[in-house]
């Protein structure tokens, strides 16, 4: 039985779709998971599987003494990786992504192991770009990152199956939501999104004469009362929450977007401009472009009750994603990790 190994973590949209492959594989391979004491440990656990920590620096993205320490704290993260590669002696180390996964792949390359990695984005990330030259494929949602590096593989983006199988009519009972108006979907990425919440709690009011609203808020979310609004700070069954909705308002993480895309749902993306590298701007402007999407900056969040009017009535934008041919990217995923 083949043994692999998973990497990848620092936020929800490195760990989420390694589980979707990992859930996948279970019942063939054997399946463990290296990463930080982050959000991967817990959702990583929580779903069953073996964990091995590493101690990996974060590079901040503004000038801070910390990252002065990382070239030796990186070092003994990839030491430790080592030692755990060299005892368990997988057949192949799969990386998501993030910099939670460099020690994993490092170490793999300086022992011989294999190593895959899928970038998520339109641009790659940092980590991406060390690792390429390590992995045997880097795999990628976008058809256009592939063509950046010579083992480069457009292969999709991994989903979760459940997303794709759920009832709207019980979808809209779980959360006691009728069919009177449509039912807007708000999402804030793995942690939730502060602006956006502020934004849809300030204009709850005008919102509520249109919509029914289904809030992921996270853990800043406020407890509201009010008709047709139904808050959760997070959901394990995206897939009712998706198949209760008819709109989307997300972030322009590239899981989500895809996820968006592939059911079919129009949505309205907020990018995360502001401590990022700018690679959601980038995602929703490609998928904006080609009419599969419509974008709000955070800068206008002011005006969100016409932008989500704006895309109600958008029957153009219905049309395109109709036609729009994205599809789970975790089959493909699943049948070239057992081909290898």
């Excluded at 399946?31 to 982050?38: F, I, P, S, V």
């Excluded at 990786?81 to 990386?95: M, N, Q, R, T, W």
């Excluded at 109709?322 to 057992?338: F, H, K, Q, Y």
């Amino acid at each position: 039985m083949k043994y692999i190994i998973f990497c990848g973590g620092g936020s929800a949209g490195h760990v989420v779709p390694n589980l979707a492959v990992m859930n996948e594989l279970k019942y063939v391979c054997r399946l463990a998971y290296m990463g930080t004491n982050g959000i991967e440990r817990s959702l990583v656990t929580e779903a069953g599987y073996p964990f091995f920590e590493v101690d990996c620096p974060k590079l901040v993205r503004s000038f801070t003494l910390e990252n002065l320490k990382i070239p030796v704290r990186l070092h003994g993260a990839v030491k430790s990786a080592y030692g755990i590669l060299e005892a368990e002696k997988p057949d192949l180390v799969f990386s998501k992504g993030g910099f939670a996964s460099y020690p994993a792949v490092a170490a793999a390359h300086k022992l011989g192991i294999p190593a895959i990695t899928h970038e998520s984005d339109l641009t790659p990330g940092l980590t991406t770009k060390l690792i390429a030259k390590k992995c045997k494929y880097v795999l990628t949602s976008f058809p256009e990152t592939a063509s950046l590096f010579k083992n480069g593989v457009h292969i999709g983006s991994p989903m979760r199956k459940e997303l794709f199988r759920s009832e709207r009519l019980r979808a809209r009972k779980k959360y006691s939501l009728s069919d009177d108006k449509p039912v807007l979907l708000v999402l804030g990425g793995g942690s939730g999104s502060k602006a956006i919440n502020d934004a849809v709690t300030s204009h709850l009011g005008k919102l509520l004469e249109t919509w029914q609203i289904l809030h992921l808020t996270g853990k800043n979310g406020k407890n509201i009362l009010r008709s047709g609004y139904v808050r959760r700070e997070f959901e394990s069954d995206m897939g009712s929450a998706y198949a209760a909705c008819d709109f989307v308002l997300c972030r322009a993480g590239s899981n989500t977007v895809f996820e968006t895309l592939a059911l079919k749902k129009p949505a309205l993306l907020v990018p995360l401009e502001r401590s990022s590298r700018g690679d959601q701007l980038q995602n929703a402007l490609y998928f904006n472009q080609r009419g599969l999407c419509r974008i709000l900056r955070e800068s206008e969040l002011a005006s969100l009750p016409s932008a989500l009017e704006t895309l109600r009535r958008d029957e153009t934008l219905r049309f395109s994603l109709s036609a729009c041919d994205v599809e789970n990217g975790t089959p493909a995923i699943v049948e070239l990790i057992r081909s290898l």
